[in-house]
């Protein structure tokens, strides 16, 4: 919104307009409204202005005609102003009588035009812009003068008009700064270079318009969904307030507010505004009412000395005017920088794996600038099924004429789970600097049902942190019956023993099942296991990791890698004891394996095989057994054979 002669006032502009950003791409009238924040104009645009002044006699009049058109980063605009004047018509004392012995009055007669304007903004990125705009004027002076013409023996008087020209170009920059989605601001500089054209004599002088430079500070906020507030400060004391509500009606947005404006510098004007409009894709409509609170009807010239104006459509000797602004855009092309060249489904979606997506990709892009310019991508996704909004990746800077790798993520809500794989389609888009993507895929994605899994070990931990309040209260109710012995227990083996009641209980009512269905790896959650009274390796393993962990002892998983590609899953548990006091629960070093947490202290932890249901002694014997064999014995470890994958 680069402003040349920008007074507080000025953002109101001849027709008014919404400052909710997505009446950005609808400028009325862009030197005052749309150069110094790039509009969301993606072709071209046309916009007028038609306007009423109750003054007396009133005046009607075509404000301005439009035109703005985007190229890439680049936006223009120029603007035919015909009814942007003020005319003074002054009696200036004096008086003559002429031949017809008539007394006449002389006058001074003073216009002020604009007659056109320009703007031209650049987008540097996305939430910077820059941009510079320029206007035209005149300004006439016609002052009445006695004439004298001798005769042989008669003097006569007449009078006749000297007419004075002045032109001049003003010319002006400003920045804006997008912060967020719902706060701009920008700088704004008022009649920083004025070029005038034209010999003026010394009583016209004190009536050309004056241009002191001045800059502005301008700042819009939405606090709310179609809620606007706006304001500037200006130095010398002017400052502008307004705000509006904008709401979707029609397929398009219905705005309606006021404001107030005062300049106590150089106009001394106070003024209230209200407007209302409605605006779509291709068209739109505003009306904007000024009230002038001066009370400058009456004035003479020697009133005029003393105060000149300085901007022609806002000034103190304005009268109430009401405004109708119209815009219509002829197509929308999309100004496009980049193109995605290379899209792929890297992994498809399971379910029950949902955090899983915040952190892991589950597709990947190749995307081509072809701008001559760095440019900044921002992808989003969305999966129809999953995502009921689009989902935004990580912004990802790339040079002119080259590719980046484009990661997109995800989000899995529980309310998304469902029992049965489906395929479904997942929308893959890149922004630039537009409001629309630059380029957009669709491609099939397989969707899993929530008990799918695929098959890394490392991945079951969703699936045992997934209920742990359900976990919590189970293992809290089997607890609950050993308090008394509990009590009793030394708190450096009450995690040992906590693990023992657990196990013990929860076994006498499982058995082991093998997976239904072969061909892909299911797992079940832990209150699926407890209901179905059965499970196989993964499920097993999977529950007493949630029990255990909800009751705050760690484990991990142990995953016995083969040949054929299936892994056979056993739990280690932390049992919180130091390893001098193993003593405590065993004396066979081949039953226990010591490891280091985060800090590097040394604990105690026990291998159990989750499938025997026999005890806790027993699945402790057996699932030592195996580990000692294959990932110490074995060298499983070091040959990656055998891996433990932490839980949390």
């Not at 030592?624 to 891996?643: H, R, T």
């Amino acid at each position: 919104m680069l402003a040349v002669n920008l007074h507080a006032q000025s953002l109101a502009g001849y027709s008014g307009y919404s400052t909710d950003s997505r009446f950005r791409d609808t400028p009325f009238s862009s030197v005052e409204t749309g150069g110094y924040l790039f509009p969301v104009v993606n072709d071209l645009v046309f916009s007028g202005s038609f306007g009423s002044e109750f003054s007396a006699p009133a005046y009607n009049s075509i404000n301005f005609l439009s035109a703005g058109k985007r190229l890439n980063r680049h936006f223009f605009y120029l603007r035919y102003t015909p009814g942007i004047t003020k005319e003074f018509d002054f009696p200036n004392a004096n008086y003559f009588t002429g031949v017809d012995s008539i007394e006449s009055e002389l006058k001074t007669k003073i216009n002020y035009s604009e007659i056109a304007g320009a703007a031209y903004s650049y987008s540097i990125t996305p939430t910077l812009s820059a941009g510079i705009s320029v206007r035209y004027f005149t300004q006439k002076f016609l002052n009445d003068i006695v004439g004298v013409v001798f005769t042989s023996d008669t003097l006569y008087l007449f009078s006749e008009s000297e007419a004075e020209n002045m032109s001049m170009l003003k010319a002006d920059i400003g920045i804006g700064y997008l912060w967020s989605d719902n706060l701009r601001f920008s700088l704004l500089s008022d009649n920083l270079l004025t070029l005038k054209d034209g010999v003026i004599s010394e009583i016209n002088n004190r009536y050309i318009m004056k241009t002191p430079l001045k800059f502005r500070f301008a700042a819009h906020y939405q606090p709310l969904t179609g809620l606007n507030l706006s304001g500037i400060i200006g130095t010398g004391g002017d400052f502008y307030f307004n705000s509006d509500y904008s709401l979707d009606l029609f397929n398009g947005r219905l705005f309606f507010g006021g404001g107030f404006f005062s300049s106590v510098s150089g106009e001394r004007l106070n003024a209230l505004t209200i407007s209302a409009g409605f605006g779509t894709e291709n068209w739109g409509l505003s009306v904007t009412g000024f009230n002038y609170l001066n009370d400058e009807n009456k004035f003479s010239l020697i009133d005029f000395n003393e105060s000149a104006i300085s901007d022609i459509y806002h000034n103190r000797y304005s009268s109430n005017k009401l405004n109708a602004g119209i815009y219509y855009r002829i197509n929308r092309v999309q100004e496009r920088y980049a193109e995605i060249t290379e899209l792929k489904i890297v992994r498809n979606i399971f379910t029950g794996l949902g955090d899983m997506y915040l952190t892991e990709p589950f597709a990947m892009a190749k995307v081509y600038n072809f701008s001559d310019e760095a440019i900044t991508l921002r992808p989003s996704s969305k999966i129809e099924g999953i995502n009921s909004e689009p989902v935004y990746s990580e912004l990802v800077r790339v040079n002119p004429g080259d590719t980046a790798l484009v990661k997109f993520y995800t989000i899995v809500n529980e309310k998304d789970l469902n029992a049965n794989p489906r395929i479904s389609s997942a929308e893959f888009s890149i922004y630039t600097l537009n409001d629309t993507p630059d380029d957009t895929r669709q491609i099939p994605v397989l969707i899993h049902g929530k008990n799918s899994w695929d098959g890394n070990v490392s991945n079951l931990r969703y699936f045992a942190l997934s209920e742990m309040d359900y976990s919590l209260k189970f293992a809290r109710e089997i607890l609950s019956g050993y308090k008394n012995q509990l009590d009793t227990i030394p708190p450096a083996l009450s995690g040992y023993y906590k693990a023992r009641m657990v196990y013990d209980e929860v076994v006498r009512n499982l058995q082991y099942v093998s997976d239904p269905n072969a061909n892909t790896d299911r797992v079940q959650y832990p209150s699926e296991t407890i209901k179905l009274k059965g499970g196989d390796c993964d499920d097993l393993s999977v529950l007493f990791s949630s029990l255990f962990e909800s009751i705050g002892i760690e484990t991990a998983f142990v995953d016995y890698k083969s040949e054929s590609g299936i892994s056979h899953v056993n739990l280690l548990f932390n049992t919180g004891l130091a390893p001098e006091f193993t003593g405590l629960i065993t004396e066979n070093d081949k039953k226990y394996y010591i490891r280091k947490d985060a800090a590097g202290r040394e604990y105690v932890w026990l291998p159990l095989e989750a499938t025997i249901l026999k005890g806790f002694d027993h699945a402790w014997e057996t699932g030592s057994e195996k580990f000692y064999e294959e990932a110490i014995s074995g060298y499983g470890l070091l040959k990656n054979k055998v891996e433990i994958i932490e839980v949390y």
